[in-house]
């Protein structure tokens, strides 16, 4: 079975703190996402990489950046955390092939004070 | 970049019965996958069911079922014998068969089931 962990369940930060959340998969898929989950909204794209040290920003990049440089883990950076920040993360990988699955991991949910 | 529509925020079903969930989805392409995500309460996402835009034929994985209406871009979800462990937040996803890997995600249909 594929797996995607993440590095925290719950975080709890301070407005202004750099935060960072981590993703490590373990099946070489080559690409990874990282989504912000909120009520209503569904899951919106912040940036994902398709290969290690290349990133593309989503739909909702600013205030965050990305690294991965290894294969198997791909990072979110929030640079100075603000309030409205506070969200569920997700990070998925999206397997090689033409199933085409996108599997997930189990979410951080980050609240910044 | 295209947009996936949920309309029901909030679906219940009694047990045992059957349920189905909505989603439609505005593209110009004409190939393309769609796919059902199920989320339980605080557990992973996972994969439901998927159809490729290309087959007619609509998609089936045990109790679940879609209803794929290409022409009128709607992709519905069908739960047949609906069980306590069908509870969760459904959400319908779009992905380009051609211009890269990015999935656009509706808002997500949070299902009851009543025992």
């Known amino acids: 079975d594929v797996k995607v962990t993440q590095s925290s369940r719950y975080l709890v930060k301070r407005t202004g703190e750099k935060v960072f959340l981590e993703c490590v998969q373990d099946?070489?898929?080559?690409?990874m996402f990282w989504y912000r989950q909120d009520p209503g909204l569904g899951l919106r794209l912040i940036y994902f990489s398709y290969d290690v040290k290349m990133k593309e920003k989503g739909d909702i990049p600013e205030g965050y950046s990305v690294s991965r440089e290894k294969k198997e883990r791909f990072s979110l950076i929030l640079e100075s955390a603000s309030t409205n920040q506070t969200s569920m993360y997700l990070c998925?990988?999206?397997?090689?092939?033409?199933?085409?699955?996108?599997?997930f991991g189990p979410g951080t949910r980050l609240t910044v004070l | 970049a295209q947009t996936v529509t949920q309309s029901q925020p909030e679906m219940s079903v009694q047990e045992a019965e059957t349920v189905t969930l909505s989603c439609t989805y505005d593209t110009s392409e004409s190939d393309y996958y769609l796919f059902w995500y199920k989320q339980p309460p605080s557990r992973q996402m996972i994969l439901v069911i998927r159809?490729?835009?290309?087959?007619?034929q609509n998609a089936t994985e045990n109790r679940f079922s879609v209803n794929f209406q290409k022409a009128a871009k709607s992709f519905s979800l069908k739960i047949s014998d609906s069980q306590l462990g069908d509870a969760a937040m459904y959400f319908c996803a779009y992905r380009s068969a051609n211009t890269g890997n990015q999935f656009y995600f509706g808002t997500g249909t949070s299902l009851t089931v009543i025992p």
């Open positions: 159809q490729e835009a290309y087959k007619q």
């Open positions: 099946m070489d898929h080559e690409n």
């Open positions: 998925a990988t999206l397997e090689d092939s033409s199933y085409n699955e996108q599997f």
